[in-house]
């Protein structure tokens, strides 16, 4: 059975378990580099603002590997009433009062993702683009959030440059800057999200990188992974005022930014025995070999040039 039979097929035995109390509805999501998703929207009649969106590629997959369709609909069933006794999941206030406390920004490529940005207000970043996002859920199971459209901005009557301010705050905020030593990683059980900081929180993204430069064992290290918290969407914390130019100034030298995915960034001390044409080869090699498409971001590396206090590529 092709993907596209698949996916109708789950739909109808979803709709029939459902015994008509609940809508069952086809949704395509349009994700990072152009990667569409299929997801079934399950909500209870009567009760709508509960509707959850369960993705139907990991299913697939598992048929293609042998597993039944009755089973992949009980384990949808599952996930359903999963969502339901987490008691997260509730349609958001979408006013701007209430948007923008959790009003987050996220980086991604440009190229690759137009369709996606026609609709959806942004700042380009050299060849990036900073999107903004509502962030309905942030919890230890993970986060929930939905992409700003042209409408919303429009219907909010705010700047993009105002949504950056308050988006700015937030991210740092809920998303606190991390930092190891690669090598940390490497020899140890080191998470590369884990936070340095587990007993107190500096007061600023700046403070949080000089601390950890100013204790870190291998401080000195000639690759330092940067990515947040959460451990998703790290790479947007390269744009958390002065914390590149922090790390130039405890090298004393201009940097390299090597982007692993839109979840880390890997910075570096520039170094003509590198060149940017044997690390723009790196990472576009790893990109190729190792990180889906949906988690892409670029495929060569960034300087930070001291100096002029500026990112070229």
Do not use: C
């Not at 107190?200 to 700046?206: I, M, V, Y």
Request: no cysteine.
């Amino acid at each position: 059975m092709d993907y596209g039979s698949f996916v109708n097929e789950v739909q109808g035995r979803v709709e029939r378990v459902m015994n008509r109390s609940h809508n069952v509805k086809l949704h395509r999501v349009i994700k990072n580099n152009g990667v569409e998703l299929n997801g079934l929207v399950i909500s209870e009649k009567g009760r709508e603002e509960i509707a959850p969106t369960i993705y139907l590629e990991p299913f697939y997959k598992g048929y293609q590997e042998g597993f039944s369709l009755p089973s992949i609909v009980d384990t949808i069933m599952e996930a359903y009433q999963d969502i339901l006794a987490d008691g997260e999941f509730r349609v958001p206030n979408i006013e701007f009062e209430a948007a923008k406390q959790v009003l987050t920004y996220r980086l991604t490529g440009y190229k690759g993702n137009e369709q996606l940005l026609n609709d959806a207000p942004h700042i380009r970043f050299l060849d990036l683009a900073i999107t903004f996002h509502y962030l309905y859920s942030h919890t230890e199971n993970g986060i929930q959030s939905f992409r700003i459209t042209n409408g919303l901005q429009e219907a909010w009557g705010v700047t993009v440059k105002e949504m950056f301010q308050i988006a700015n705050e937030n991210t740092q905020k809920k998303f606190p800057i991390v930092l190891h030593a690669i090598d940390d990683v490497l020899k140890s059980s080191l998470n590369w999200k884990d936070d340095p900081f587990p007993t107190h929180s500096p007061s600023s993204s700046e403070e949080r990188v000089r601390e950890w430069l100013s204790v870190a064992e291998n401080r000195e290290s000639l690759f330092v992974i940067i990515a947040n918290a959460a451990g998703v969407n790290g790479a947007t914390s390269v744009l958390y005022p002065n914390v590149i130019s922090a790390i130039a100034e405890e090298w004393g030298k201009d940097v390299f930014l090597l982007p692993s995915s839109i979840h880390e960034v890997i910075v570096t001390p520039y170094s003509e025995e590198y060149g940017d044409a044997y690390l723009n080869k790196m990472v576009s090699e790893i990109n190729r070999l190792e990180v889906p498409r949906e988690d892409v971001l670029s495929n060569h590396v960034y300087l930070y040039k001291r100096e002029s206090n500026k990112f070229v590529y």
